[in-house]
T-cell receptor, first 116, second 113 residues
Framework: GAGVSQSPRYKVTKRGQDVALRCDPISGHVSLYWYRQALGQGPEFLTY????????KSGLPNDRFSAERPEGSISTLTIQRTEQRDSAMYRC??????????????FGPGTRLLVL | QQQVKQSPQSLIVQKGGISIINCAYE??????FPWYQQFPGKGPALLIA?????SEKKEGRFTISFNKSAKQFSLHIMDSQPGDSATYFCAARANFGNEKLTFGTGTRLTIIP
């Protein structure tokens, strides 16, 4: 079956522009997570959803970052007024649920964002 | 504040040898410890995971050893193969209700013939 998909795979933008990154989780997965991964580092948590409800946004760096999952499936991470320090790999993951036996997070291929 | 510390940063092991990667954590609320394997250009994929109620879990050539009192856990890869060459991340998750994974910084493993 299809895994987690993300689009675009690569995004080059100019400083000050807004970008929207899309995540399509595995069908039926309740929980959806956004992480940011710098080169040579592990993924760093940004935010997560159960269905359409944003449960935790403590990892969002500042108010230029926002995320939504309006219908409990596809999610969009939006970065407004991008800055060069926003350049990173943005990864999405989904899990069937959060209880034992459902907690495995499956990661997508990521969106590589480069802000010039 | 780095809550999960991982070492070494890189590791070279001969084919057939044992690869060992170590992680240490601070947060005693962590109760789920997965290891992820990542190949270049791909997302991390779950390899094996353990809960603190057991000291060891083995799946094929992969074993997690867990020391709750020392707040340390490690991944052992037996009979390492060139196909095991990848970056490995340990991670931890706190009790139910705080589902984010906190990752280590990764170990780049290279298996040489």
């Amino acid at each position: 079956g299809a895994g987690v998909s993300q689009s675009p795979r690569y995004k080059v933008t100019k400083r000050g522009q807004d970008v929207a990154l899309r995540c399509d989780p595995i069908s039926g997965h309740v929980s959806l997570y956004w992480y940011r991964q710098a080169l040579g580092q592990g993924p760093e948590f940004l935010t997560y959803f159960n269905y359409e409800a944003q449960q935790d946004k403590s990892g969002l760096p500042n108010d230029r970052f926002s995320a939504e999952r309006p219908e409990g499936s596809i999610s969009t991470l939006t970065i407004q007024r991008t800055e060069q320090r926003d350049s990173a790999m943005y990864r999405c993951a989904s899990s069937l649920g959060t209880s034992n036996l459902q907690e495995t997070q499956y990661f997508g291929p990521g969106t590589r964002l480069l802000v010039l | 504040q780095q809550q999960v510390k991982q070492s070494p940063q890189s590791l070279i092991v001969q084919k057939g040898g044992i690869s060992i990667i170590n992680c240490a954590y601070e947060n005693t609320a962590f109760d789920y410890f997965p290891w992820y394997q990542q190949f270049p250009g791909k997302g991390p994929a779950l390899l094996i995971a353990i809960r603190p109620d057991v000291s060891e879990k083995k799946e094929g050539r992969f074993t997690i050893s867990f020391n709750k009192s020392a707040k340390q856990f490690s991944l052992h890869i037996m009979d390492s193969q060139p196909g095991d060459s990848a970056t490995y991340f340990c991670a931890a998750r706190a009790n139910f209700g705080n589902e984010k994974l906190t990752f280590g910084t990764g170990t780049r493993l290279t298996i040489i013939p």
